[in-house]
């Protein structure tokens, strides 16, 4: 008895000290498959031909504000709030901005703030907010998808769907009440603390198959989110330099690919797309109808005069062909030694009026 009660609380000791490595190596990294306060979408298309519908879901027993922004990608913005009850999912259409249960604000078609680029692709962020819009809270129930149709010349549609990346609150108390850190900035720290949200990776992952391959019809399209992003009225824009290493089936690396980047960016894996290095894409140089991308931000002087920053991104990769296009939020790895962050203009509180002398 004493030998089987010894294995016992060896059994024990070792189940807790196991479950004690668990809680301190638990996921601080933003991915698709968890719910959050804050989501990010990387890819919204509503060029010719193209629309591109936005569903987002409260999964808790009570209400909750969002509060959201669109950002082309010459960094004209539009934003708007919206009420979510408990258990609703609200989806729109991001052109017209036509919704049900309500209509929201459309995209930015048209606004350019002359950053290069298209005015009808970019990027949407939400985030929970209090009910008078003034602070974010933390409010771990949030996702949401994004379906991107195509209709052809021919009238055929067709689409690609892909999960918002999502960033926990690092708080183990929701409250749709009590602003979460200061007003008006989000810190992509992956550590807890008040207004600490979930790191971004270190990079991400993207599986293609090569543009040139004969017959095939086939590309792949990236789009990019920075992990600094500046919402506010009075932004200021930041850089990075997208580095593009690609390994073939037999192992081989091949380096040199880059892109310069804004805070939202999307490019094709082809020869002309890519900035510098994009034969590095094609089946001519990999020799092989299978490959993978690591997509990282760096600070580099190749993209002067811009000044870039390294900085964590998320990311989607849409693989089309002519059977139709799928698409992906992207594998990553790592924690992003940079800490980003989404900062933004809360709404100010009605003001006193002076007292009277």
Known sequence: MQRTWKT????????????????LAAQNVANASQKGSLLMFPLIDVSSGYRTVIRIANDAGAGISVKCYYMNQTKGRNDFVFRLTP?????WDVRSGVGDPTSMNPFPVGFDDGYGGSTEIG???CFAVNLSGEAQVAWNHLSGTATVYHIDDSENANAYEYNSWNFTARTTVNNNSRPFGVAGQLDLSGTDGPGQYDACPLYNIVHFTPTDIRGSGNSTRIGVSSCFQDLRQDY?????????PV?????????GAYECADSTHSFELSVRDIDKGGANTSYQALGTETAQMQIRGVASSQCAPLITVATGLVAVAVSSSSAGA?????????VSPVIGSVKWDPFDTTPTSPSSR
Request: glycine letters at 4%; aromatic letters at 6%; charged letters at 10%.
């Open 8 to 23: 016992v609380t060896t059994g024990v000791a070792l189940t807790i000290a196991l479950s004690a490595s668990a809680a």
């Open 87 to 91: 258990k609703q999912a609200a989806t």
């Open 123 to 125: 990027e949407l962020i």
């Open 236 to 244: 200021t824009p930041t850089f990075t330099k997208l580095n593009l």
């Open 247 to 255: 390994w073939n089936a037999q192992e081989v690396a091949f380096t």
């Open 326 to 334: 799928t698409a992906v939020t992207t594998n990553h790895a790592g």
